[in-house]
């Protein structure tokens, strides 16, 4: 699916008005074939963007959350998004894209971003989120002194993790706490671009988001472990869900309206960071008995603690403060979290009987968990 690159003119595609060359926006996207590089993708392709995706190499394709936006790079005419292989571990490859693409805004959304593995996989979590962090920042560091390109802006995807077990409302100014390699890595990501910002002048700006889900959420992270859980037990596809602490508050927004404020932040006349959240909190426990109640089940019946999924160290209470965005960017989001936990498990409950239909054919094992 990678492609070369290609800038070649466009006619107009599905009621976007195209820019031509020299007007239309060039943006880079590391982590595109991930939940929030997917919405992403699809704003600023509606916004008319030239988008260029950078992607890992792996035994498995890795982009069905793109497959639907995907148009075939030798359709010139209409093919907006392209995907390179890069790797943020692969420093030469990082410079390599950034010279050719020419990109006038990246956003380094890539990461190890699953908290718990990240105590399996301290070192590689570190070397992709905080030291990849790094050679972006250093990619682009070079590429704006030779080719003199200094309007290219840069976002980088922060995380709520940072302020670990600081106490709620988290805002800008709340100290951080990390509590587990992921959160630490994201951390040194947090100061290197506020460093490249301070020392080179570089337009770079932190987005400080909360919790963020949606249908496409990976599945072993809690909201979607539940909807699809919820979805499978109402079919009839499985009966027990196995989770960890359910008492852990979160701020959990839909992904699709914090991707509008990742780029509203590149579209102010000065880089900053910003706290993106509903300044909602909820426990794992409430999204429980909200997923499963909207289907007409408890979950008591169907919820079992594993202490597997319990970690060494938990952030217990997040919740954000995120007037400065609303004010500054005018951004606030639309879904709330009663919509949030219904959009998810109408879409698995769906899902699942695609499933059922594979099951009863035999062509998939009833067992199967995801
Ligand atoms: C903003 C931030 O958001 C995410 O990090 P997270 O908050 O750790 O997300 P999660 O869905 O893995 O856990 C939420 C809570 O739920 C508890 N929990 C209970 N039982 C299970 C369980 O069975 N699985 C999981 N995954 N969590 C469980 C778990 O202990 C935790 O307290 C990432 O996107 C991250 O990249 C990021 O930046």
Redesign the pocket.
């Known amino acids: 699916m990678a492609s070369g690159t290609d800038r070649s003119q466009s006619t107009t595609t599905n009621g976007v008005e195209e820019l031509s060359i020299s007007k239309r926006k060039v943006a880079l996207i590391t982590g595109i074939t991930g939940q929030d590089g997917s919405y992403l993708t699809e704003l600023l392709l509606d916004k008319g963007y030239e988008v260029h995706g950078l992607i890992r190499r792996s035994s498995n394709f890795n982009t069905q959350r793109i497959n639907h936006i995907y148009i075939d790079p030798h359709n010139v005419h209409k093919a907006r998004m392209k995907l390179h292989y890069a790797d943020l571990t692969d420093a030469s490859s990082l410079r390599r894209w950034i010279d050719t693409i020419s990109p006038d805004e990246i956003y380094n959304l890539a990461?190890q971003?699953?908290?718990?593995v990240s105590f399996e996989i301290p070192d590689y979590t570190a070397d992709v989120v905080a030291t990849g962090s790094l050679r972006l920042l250093e990619a682009l560091r070079s590429h704006i002194t030779t080719s003199g390109r200094t309007h290219v802006k840069y976002y980088q995807a922060g995380?709520?993790?940072m302020f670990g077990s600081t106490p709620p409302p988290q805002s800008e100014d709340t100290p951080f706490h990390p509590r587990s390699p992921?959160a630490a890595s994201k951390c040194a990501a947090h100061w290197y671009t506020v460093n490249y910002r301070e020392a080179y002048g570089i337009f770079a700006c932190n987005g400080i988001?909360?919790?963020h889900e949606s249908p496409r959420r990976g599945e072993?992270?809690?909201?979607r472990?539940i909807t699809r859980a919820v979805g499978r037990i109402k079919i009839g596809l499985q009966s027990k869900l196995?989770?960890?602490?359910?008492q852990?508050s979160?701020d959990w927004g839909f992904a699709g309206d914090y991707v509008e404020a990742m780029w509203l932040m590149l579209q102010q006349d000065k880089p900053d960071d910003y706290v993106v959240a509903t300044e909602e909190s909820h426990t794992?426990e409430e999204f429980l008995e909200k997923a499963f109640g909207y289907v007409g089940l408890n979950w008591k019946d169907h919820v079992e603690i594993d202490k597997r999924?319990f970690?060494p160290t938990?952030?217990d209470n997040l919740k954000g403060d995120s007037s400065k965005a609303r004010k500054a960017l005018g951004w606030k989001p639309k879904v709330g979290f009663e919509q949030l936990v219904k959009m998810m498990v109408d879409e698995d409950v769906e899902l699942a009987k695609r499933e059922k239909v594979l099951v009863d054919a035999g062509f998939m094992d009833a067992q199967q968990q995801p």
Do not use: I, M, P, W
């Open positions: 990461a971003s699953h908290v718990a995380s709520s993790e992921y988001l909360f919790n072993n992270f809690v909201t472990k196995f989770l960890g602490n359910l852990a979160r794992v999924y970690r938990e952030v």
